[in-house]
T-cell receptor, first 116, second 115 residues
Framework: EAGVAQSPRYKIIEKRQSVAFWCNPISGHATLYWYQQILGQGPKLLIQFQNNGVVDDSQLPKDRFSAERLKGVDSTLKIQPAKLEDSAVYLC??????????????FGPGTRLTVL | GQQVMQIPQYQHVQEGEDFTTYCNSSTTLSNIQWYKQRPGGHPVFLIQLVKSGEVKKQKRLTFQFGEAKKNSSLHITATQTTDVGTYFCAGPSNAGGTSYGKLTFGQGTILTVHP
């Protein structure tokens, strides 16, 4: 079974530039998450999709961050414009959904963003 | 909002020593999950605990869920260099209704093992 795919793996940009990250979840996984992980901290949820609908985006800085999940499969996360404090690893995760037996989240390798 | 706290933040051990990390939630949890993140890697699911007082073992790893379902621990017996990484606990957040598996992660415990 293929895992969660993400690209690019690394990105370096200047502040005020734009950047986009792509995620392809495990086939058949209905729930998709985008996390921000700052060095030395645990992953922080930015946005959560159930199929192609947003379930939770309460911690997404909507003035600069946007995300979409067209057709309920792939997802993109965009930052425009980037700030220095956006430097972090952006992790995508997916979950099969269903009852408590299926709570495991599968993480992709992440995109390490450096904003200069 | 819900907070999940872990201690210690760092733990350095000699190979063969035991290691324990503790997780505390500000709210009662329906379940708790543990993840391991190797240096430079991504979080990988280890286990989920659901029942009050539950204890589960995976080889040298022992996971425990507190009676009040607000705390948990992970104990590693006789650490090996392959145990190096950050261990996170995570609890579901039900704020606002159906969570669809939304998790709040602790800040993690970084384990280093000296050979």
């Amino acid at each position: 079974e293929a895992g969660v795919a993400q690209s690019p793996r690394y990105k370096i940009i200047e502040k005020r530039q734009s950047v986009a990250f792509w995620c392809n979840p495990i086939s058949g996984h209905a729930t998709l998450y985008w996390y921000q992980q700052i060095l030395g901290q645990g992953p922080k949820l930015l946005i959560q999709f159930q199929n192609n609908g947003v379930v939770d985006d309460s911690q997404l800085p909507k003035d600069r961050f946007s995300a979409e999940r067209l057709k309920g499969v792939d997802s993109t996360l965009k930052i425009q414009p980037a700030k220095l404090e956006d430097s972090a690893v952006y992790l995508c995760a997916s979950r099969l959904a269903g009852g408590s037996s299926y709570n495991e989240q599968f993480f992709g390798p992440g995109t390490r963003l450096t904003v200069l | 909002g819900q907070q999940v706290m872990q201690i210690p933040q760092y733990q350095h051990v000699q190979e063969g020593e035991d290691f324990t990390t503790y997780c505390n939630s500000s709210t009662t949890l329906s379940n708790i999950q543990w993840y391991k993140q190797r240096p430079g890697g991504h979080p990988v699911f280890l286990i989920q605990l659901v029942k009050s007082g539950e204890v589960k073992k995976q080889k040298r790893l022992t996971f425990q869920f507190g009676e009040a379902k607000k705390n948990s621990s992970l104990h590693i017996t006789a650490t090996q260099t392959t145990d190096v990484g950050t261990y996170f606990c995570a609890g579901p957040s039900n704020a606002g209704g159906t969570s669809y598996g939304k998790l709040t992660f602790g800040q993690g415990t970084i384990l280093t093992v000296h050979p």
